[in-house]
């Protein structure tokens, strides 16, 4: 089972990037996906999360309203759309699969793992 997050760069304050993250290995059209990230000297955080319909979302109050998660089943891959970035949003972000169809936002509950992607955010 692997995953493989993709879709991170440089970016400058305000711009907007598109991250991917494909599955291989299995199916998990069953589960939940989430993506986290992790900035330089910090925890890793809580970002955003899908149930298996795609029907639920969670975000963090820090993204709200700037990131769009979404799923396509199909093609066992996860999105995370993030216009207005600010320079606070510079982390390695990673994807995540948890089994059982709700969303979840801790990390605890996530067995598969990407290798995270790095976004950079310049002012």
């Known amino acids: 089972v692997q995953l493989q997050a993709s879709g991170g760069g440089l970016v400058q304050a305000g711009g907007s990037l598109r991250l991917s993250c494909a599955a291989s290995?299995?199916?998990?059209?069953?589960?939940?996906k989430g993506w986290f990230r992790q900035a330089p000297g910090k925890e890793r955080e809580f970002v955003a999360a899908?149930?298996?319909?795609?029907?639920?979302?969670y975000y963090a109050d820090s993204v709200k309203g700037r990131f769009t998660i979404s799923g396509d089943n199909a093609k066992n891959t996860v999105y995370l759309q993030m216009n207005s970035l600010k320079t606070e949003d510079t982390a390695v972000y990673y994807c995540?699969?948890?089994?059982?169809?709700?969303?979840?936002?801790?990390?605890?509950?996530?067995?598969?793992w990407g290798q995270g992607t790095l976004v950079t955010v310049s002012s």
């Open positions: 899908i149930s298996r319909s795609g029907v639920s979302t």
């Open positions: 995540a699969y948890a089994p059982g169809g709700w969303a979840k936002v801790s990390e605890k509950e996530y067995d598969y």
């Open positions: 290995g299995r199916t998990f059209s069953s589960y939940a």
